[in-house]
């Protein structure tokens, strides 16, 4: 439990921990690889923690040596059948990648996780795995896991993927790895693309144009040195605190700001936010750019269309924003948030309106008005209940700064989930002025 009063203002330099796609994916990946992959920079969330588990389980050896993690690879072939079941814990991600992958063993599997994460939809998977030949079920036939994997051989198919997800996308490619020819993907919108940049560098023919992507069964991955830029969506939440909290200025030292990322830093700036892009340089195949962002006056405006999938998941922060900005702001086309963690729209519009936000819900979004003629809006702290959702607990302890009162976050652990340490780094930004 978390109690957040408000605060005077942010300063200072901070680095926020490795990107969680990426660190996911880099297990992944290595464990598929010849030879050891080393990854820095590694993100030790709970997340990832769940991929590196899963791998140990099949076999592959990942040990942690000072800050480096060292994945030893066995090859598009040498995983083994888990003993027991795979605990993906909260993890979208470990889920449906893995799932591609282990669609195409000789072994069968079954994964499990928590609570949320066995509400949360597969037959978004289990569609094209079933169209490339795979044997993947629902277990309680709920379409959600725990799922059953039964190993076999795989169909190359093209998958007209309905849904922007990066996930969907992913797990195709992976099983693709295992086809019997060229398997290729189009989304709606392009979604995040580290799956197709880092399988490049471990050495898979990957060409890209526009929102469609192919796969050549590679005949061996080999391992690579992964270097994990700093994770925006962690960013986020202080881009955003130091936005909306006067008198504030901090420099986020380290980030990603991948194209098919970035999309909060387009809306900062149509909202009229004081973000300067520092040193911007590529590591790893990823850009990456130190952000000195400052207090600003802000404006309300419109999210829709391509630019949704490149903020999924700072959308609940951005909402916050929106209540500290003059005016109108409308997000729209993001009704898969409803389909995360929680059902994010409904409990930020919950949660936000609890504080006396002007906030309605829509199918696919929300519309939030100032509450008044002033830039500043009164929030008032309450009890956030955050449904154990990582980016909600994170996003109201931003609006907790910025509220009369206390805002109290009873799950605040969850946390962890993406960004362990949050609070402490938070706490060393207003106690430095
Ligand atoms: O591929 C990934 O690493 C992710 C893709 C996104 O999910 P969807 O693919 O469901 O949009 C995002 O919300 C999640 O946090 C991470
Ligand atoms: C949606 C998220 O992750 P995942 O889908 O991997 O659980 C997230 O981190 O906000």
Same mark, same amino acid.
């Given at each position: ?317 951005? /909402?916050?924003?929106?209540?500290? !900005?003059? &005016?109108? $702001? @409308? +997000?729209? =086309?993001?009704?898969?948030?409803? *389909? ?56 109201? /302890?931003?609006?907790?700064?910025? !509220?009369? &009162?206390? $805002? @109290? +976050?009873? =799950?605040?652990?969850?946390?962890? *989930? ?16």
């Amino acid at each position: 439990m978390k109690k957040i009063t408000r605060i005077t203002g942010l300063k200072g330099t901070l680095r926020v921990p490795g990107d969680k796609s990426i660190s996911h994916r880099a297990i992944m990946f290595g464990s598929l690889a010849e030879g050891t992959t080393t990854i820095h920079g590694f993100l030790k969330g709970a997340d990832c923690l769940s991929t590196i588990d899963c791998f140990r389980k099949t076999g592959i050896s990942i040990e942690e040596k000072e800050d480096t993690i060292y994945v030893h690879g066995k090859g598009l072939h040498g995983l083994h059948k888990p003993e027991e079941t795979l605990d993906v814990g909260n993890s979208g991600t470990t889920t449906r990648l893995i799932s591609g992958i282990l669609a195409g063993q000789n072994f069968d599997t079954v994964l499990s996780g928590d609570a949320s994460l066995n509400s949360r939809p597969m037959g978004r998977i289990m569609k094209p795995l079933s169209m490339m030949g795979a044997d993947i079920t629902s277990i309680h036939d709920t379409g959600c896991a725990p799922l059953s994997i039964k190993g076999r051989s795989l169909n190359a198919i093209h998958y007209d993927s309905p849904v922007a997800s990066a996930q969907v996308k992913s797990c195709v490619l992976l099983a693709g790895l295992y086809a019997n020819g060229k398997t290729s993907v189009t989304e709606p919108a392009l979604s995040r693309d580290h799956t197709e940049r880092m399988l490049r560098s471990f050495g898979a023919n990957i060409v890209s144009d526009k929102n469609t992507c192919t796969i050549t069964p590679p005949e061996t991955l080999h391992g690579q040195h992964i270097e994990v830029p700093g994770d925006i969506s962690s960013a986020a939440f202080f881009i955003v605190a130091a936005l909306i909290t006067p008198n504030s200025e901090i420099t986020i030292n380290n980030v990603g700001i991948n194209d098919t990322r970035a999309g909060i830093l387009k809306v900062c700036q149509d909202m009229g936010a004081d973000i300067t892009l520092l040193n911007a340089r590529e590591e790893g195949g990823e850009p990456v750019a130190d952000l000195l962002v400052k207090t600003s006056s802000l404006r309300g405006t419109i999210v829709e269309g391509d630019i949704i999938p490149a903020l999924i998941d700072e959308l609940p922060v951005i /909402a916050l924003m929106a209540c500290f !900005a003059k &005016g109108q $702001t @409308i +997000i729209k =086309d993001a009704h898969e948030l409803r *389909v995360k963690e929680s059902d994010r729209i409904a409990i930020m519009t919950e949660n936000l309106g609890a504080m006396g936000a002007d906030i309605i819900d829509t199918e696919d979004g929300f519309i939030i008005n100032s509450r008044s003629n002033n830039t500043i809006p009164v929030l008032y702290g309450t009890n956030i209940n955050c449904s154990m959702d990582h980016r909600i607990a994170m996003t109201f /302890a931003v609006a907790g700064l910025n !509220a009369d &009162g206390e $805002t @109290i +976050i009873t =799950d605040s652990d969850c946390v962890d *989930v993406s960004y362990p340490g949050f609070f402490t780094q938070l706490e060393q930004l207003f106690s430095q002025n």
